[in-house]
């Protein structure tokens, strides 16, 4: 069969044209792949910190390492504005759990079952729980002289930038002992919020002091955080 010559010759223009035309696609998706939520790094971080903070709820788990290899700390949470907290997990090899709403922490003993209950105590603000009780509070930093975007990562089957910053932090309990500080965020360029970070702390020496593996999901989920039972109750203590 002869085709009519406008059509052979429409298709040899065709097919270049078709081939620019995908290689054109591929770059437009590869570039949007690159810029992500078309954010520069420091507003994809500062927009993702926000929202994750202000969530009204949110789960959490934290592992914390001492150089890295030694687990100092394996624990998952929730947290339920505007002061509830429940932890559980492990410190030291020991079993802990953490119930604390408004000023009342309840502390759960690992091998009566039973709750002591401390009232007027501020155990969630102390060092040693620091960083279980809020792993936001880490991100709390002077500035951030750098922060870049280093590839992207699925996580729960969603996609998510990765960041690298190096900031001077604002912790005074971190500030004291370490003198380096190299975090990873992993943030959701379209809800924008914070999925993972880990927090690697360097001593003076340069030697890896502490790593912080921080995981969150569950944002705004209707989460109840509730009291033990009564009848649970083992001591009550008054503490100023």
Request: glycine residues 6%; charged residues 25%.
């Amino acid at each position: 069969m002869m085709w009519p010559r406008w059509y052979v010759l429409n298709r040899r223009l065709l097919l270049p044209a078709a081939g620019a035309a995908i290689i054109i696609i591929i770059l437009l998706w590869a570039a949007a792949s690159i810029i992500g939520s078309g954010l520069s790094e420091k507003e994809l971080f500062d927009r993702s910190l926000a929202n994750t903070i202000g969530c009204s709820s949110y789960r959490f788990n934290v592992e914390v390492k001492q150089a890295g290899r030694d687990t100092i700390s394996k624990v998952e949470g929730t947290r339920v504005k505007p002061n509830k907290v429940h932890l559980k997990g492990a410190m030291q090899k020991s079993n802990m759990e953490f119930i604390q709403i408004g000023d009342t922490t309840y502390m759960k003993d690992p091998w009566s079952e039973r709750w002591f209950t401390l009232k007027g105590n501020s155990i969630t603000q102390s060092e040693l729980f620091l960083t279980e009780f809020n792993p936001l509070g880490l991100f709390t930093f002077k500035d951030v002289p750098i922060i870049k975007r280093t590839g992207t990562e699925k996580i729960d089957g969603i996609k998510t930038d990765i960041l690298e910053l190096r900031p001077n932090v604002a912790n005074p309990y971190m500030d004291q002992k370490y003198t380096d500080f190299k975090f990873r965020v992993w943030a959701d360029p379209k809800q924008k919020y914070i999925m993972r970070g880990i927090m690697q702390a360097y001593l003076p020496d340069g030697a890896e002091g502490l790593v912080v593996d921080m995981r969150f999901w569950g944002f705004n989920e209707k989460i109840e955080i509730t009291p033990p039972l009564e009848k649970d109750l083992e001591i009550q203590t008054e503490k100023n």
